[in-house]
């Protein structure tokens, strides 16, 4: 990377001879004793930023990853402009870690530029480290940067599954049912193992989503959210709450007939009728035929 990021204006400070001497060792590709110059002039001026820049991109030329990062790190809670080169240097280290199959340095490395401007990430850098997140259970740091991906009709269908997945872990069921219906559209019929578990996970935004509607009074859109998870047949242990609550809905809604028939789809599902669910749709039952 070329040293002019940083900029060579004269120094007229104390320790600006240290600071030039750096300078000019650091171009002769002299990076040890380029940071030996640059140390004493921190010691001299204190932890000025200019001073700091030079330090951080000594330390990258020099292979020093992890002594670069702290001083970056440090820097851009200091004076934010500096986000600019910090991304130009961090990025190109999290690459190096990246191939070499370091998913943990690769993260740790571009933290302080996604905390500073997540903008300035590289788009396939964003989406590796929003996999790594997920993949780590960190559901509140993969979710804003599988977010900031650029739109794509042919996106890939993981990024669909872990941004629903992560909406749905951080109490947002309501978003994540876009992204499961994405997802859903998109993934291979195959079976997999994923494609299952979207299912299963849609299927349970799709009740907690119906009672909340309920709740609020929305009966159209909660019958339409039941009848969705009743259509996915998924998680099988929710149907027989589901044709209840459609029942309740509809026994609100004064259409007596199809919520008798929902209460009776309860008792299919159960023909034991051991559940407390079937026993609370056999009481509906008697009180639409029977009055009271």
């Given at each position: 990377?070329?040293?002019?990021?940083?900029?060579?204006?004269?120094?007229?400070?104390?320790?600006?001879?240290?600071?030039?001497?750096?300078?000019?060792?650091?171009?002769?590709?002299?990076?040890?004793?380029?940071?030996?110059?640059?140390?004493?002039?921190?010691?001299?001026?204190?932890?000025?930023?200019?001073?700091?820049?030079?330090?951080?991109?000594?330390?990258?030329?020099?292979?020093d990853d992890e002594t670069a990062l702290?001083?970056?790190?440090?820097?851009?809670?200091?004076?934010?402009?500096?986000?600019?080169?910090?991304?130009?240097?961090?990025?190109?280290?999290?690459?190096?870690?990246?191939?070499?199959?370091?998913?943990?340095?690769?993260?740790?490395?571009?933290?302080?530029?996604?905390?500073?401007?997540?903008?300035?990430?590289?788009?396939?850098?964003?989406?590796?480290?929003?996999?790594?997140?997920?993949?780590?259970?960190?559901?509140?740091?993969?979710?804003?940067?599988?977010?900031?991906?650029?739109?794509?009709?042919?996106?890939?269908?993981?990024?669909?599954?872990?941004?629903?997945?992560?909406?749905?872990?951080?109490?947002?069921?309501?978003?994540?049912?876009?992204?499961?219906?994405?997802?859903?559209?998109?993934?291979?019929?195959?079976?997999?193992?994923?494609?299952?578990?979207?299912?299963?996970?849609?299927?349970?935004?799709?009740?907690?989503?119906?009672?909340?509607?309920?709740?609020?009074?929305?009966?159209?859109?909660?019958?339409?959210?039941?009848?969705?998870?009743?259509?996915?047949?998924?998680?099988?242990?929710?149907?027989?709450?589901?044709?209840?609550?459609?029942?309740?809905?509809?026994?609100?809604?004064?259409?007596?007939?199809?919520?008798?028939?929902?209460?009776?789809?309860?008792?299919?599902?159960?023909?034991?009728?051991?559940?407390?669910?079937?026993?609370?749709?056999?009481?509906?039952?008697?009180?639409?035929?029977?009055?009271?």
């Amino acid at each position: 990377m070329a040293f002019g990021l940083i900029g060579l204006t004269a120094c007229t400070k104390a320790g600006g001879d240290a600071l030039g001497r750096g300078d000019r060792l650091l171009t002769q590709g002299r990076t040890d004793q380029a940071i030996a110059e640059y140390r004493l002039a921190e010691r001299q001026q204190g932890e000025d930023p200019s001073i700091l820049a030079r330090l951080a991109h000594a330390y990258v030329l020099s292979g020093d990853d992890e002594t670069a990062l702290q001083i970056y790190s440090q820097l851009l809670r200091a004076d934010s402009s500096y986000r600019y080169q910090a991304a130009a240097d961090l990025t190109a280290a999290a690459r190096d870690a990246d191939g070499r199959g370091n998913e943990e340095e690769m993260s740790r490395l571009l933290e302080p530029v996604v905390a500073s401007d997540l903008s300035l990430v590289p788009a396939d850098l964003r989406r590796k480290l929003g996999d790594h997140a997920f993949d780590q259970g960190d559901y509140a740091d993969a979710l804003p940067l599988l977010l900031s991906l650029p739109e794509d009709p042919g996106v890939d269908s993981r990024v669909l599954y872990e941004t629903a997945r992560s909406f749905e872990e951080l109490g947002g069921c309501g978003e994540a049912l876009t992204y499961f219906r994405r997802y859903l559209d998109v993934a291979p019929g195959d079976g997999s193992a994923e494609a299952n578990s979207a299912r299963w996970h849609y299927g349970n935004c799709l009740y907690e989503v119906a009672t909340q509607q309920r709740q609020a009074g929305r009966s159209d859109h909660a019958l339409a959210s039941l009848d969705s998870l009743v259509a996915v047949g998924v998680p099988r242990t929710l149907q027989d709450r589901a044709q209840y609550l459609r029942g309740e809905v509809l026994l609100g809604q004064g259409r007596s007939q199809e919520a008798l028939e929902a209460f009776e789809s309860v008792l299919r599902l159960d023909p034991a009728r051991t559940g407390p669910v079937a026993r609370q749709a056999e009481e509906r039952i008697r009180q639409i035929r029977y009055g009271g």
